[in-house]
């Protein structure tokens, strides 16, 4: 795992030693609920993952298939855009935005591309000069104005200058201020429309800072923001800072917007691409031993539950035969990750896939085995 991760987590991996103290193959559902609930997961989203599980001893990877049905949304596709990239930066104040975009625009840099600031926060004095010293030590320039200017004039000469130079990349910050207020709702979305003024497409991506230490009451914030101009990724920071990592689910779920970055300190490298994978492994790293069951080990050691095919009910994983497809079946499972898998009739089966959202279905067809959403 990710080192920066790893360091991110401790807080959070601690929180959950208080209910979980040693390490073990199996919990319970009660035990369960406490490790998450104490992980700050939203208690609503616990009783979805409770409901959906049916066996009374969780292992890893019955955990871990749940955990990252909850990351579903997260994967981003990166819009289709011609030069410059304009990034439109929100969220509210002490969020971390300022120190996010010099991460951000430090990223960049390093991948070989150009950058420029936009100082677009111009409600606060305090935030013209922070980015200012920031595009300083970056040696980036920046597009600013005084306290009070008009902030989507800035934008335009932000996006307008980097047409000019020929700049890769335009990060655009804005004002901070409590999400519940009206004038900066409108100034939002007068700041989009601006940007597509001066470039087509523009924004290409709005991005919402969210302070990782709020934990579940960031989703208030993030649901008002996306209300307010809509959002297309979020970055989490301070996340090295509280035990409420496992909010991270809670957020995922409720919004069905992309995690694109976890901030992991102050400094102009701390930002790390989200990975779903890495995120939940860290966290059953400190739950569980160290044991990998396989497919034919899940197979002859569990007990199915059995539940009326029609309610599309997952069970434990169970061996399937079906003469010269079984080969091929075990090794879609395989390379697919499907985890829970249930026979229903010769062709089809229900699964729980790790990548996607609960209840998927793969059927055998034109003599290949693929999955889809019912």
Known sequence: MNDWLK????KTVEAIKMVAPKKKIFFTKDELEAILLEADVEYALVEVILTQTYQEKIDREILRSKLLATLAWTKYKEPEFTAPFVELI????????????????QMYKKQGKTVILGAGDTFRAAAIEQLTLWSKRLDIPIVSSKQGHDSSAVAYDTIDS????GIDHVIIDTAGRLHTQANLSNELKKIKQICNKSHNGAPHRTILVIDGTQGNSAIVQAKAFNEMI???????????????????FSIAYALEIP????GTGEQPDNL???NKYEFVDGLLD?????EEPTLSTLAVEKQVQEKPIQEKVLVEVQDVTLSENEKSLKNFLRVERLLIVKKLSDVLIVV??????????????NNKWSYSNK
């Open 162 to 165: 980097a047409k000019a130079k």
């Open 259 to 262: 995690i694109l970055y976890i």
């Open 230 to 248: 809509g959002i297309d990724g979020i970055i989490i920071t301070k996340l090295d800072g509280t035990p409420k990592g496992g909010s991270i």
């Open 272 to 274: 790390i691409p989200f």
């Open 7 to 10: 360091e991110s987590l401790n």
């Open 90 to 105: 929100v969220g509210v104040n002490g969020a971390g935005k300022t120190t996010t975009i010099s991460k951000l625009a």
């Open 352 to 365: 729980n896939y790790a990548n996607t959202p609960i209840d998927t279905q793969i059927e055998y067809v």
């Open 286 to 290: 400190a739950l569980f031993m160290e």
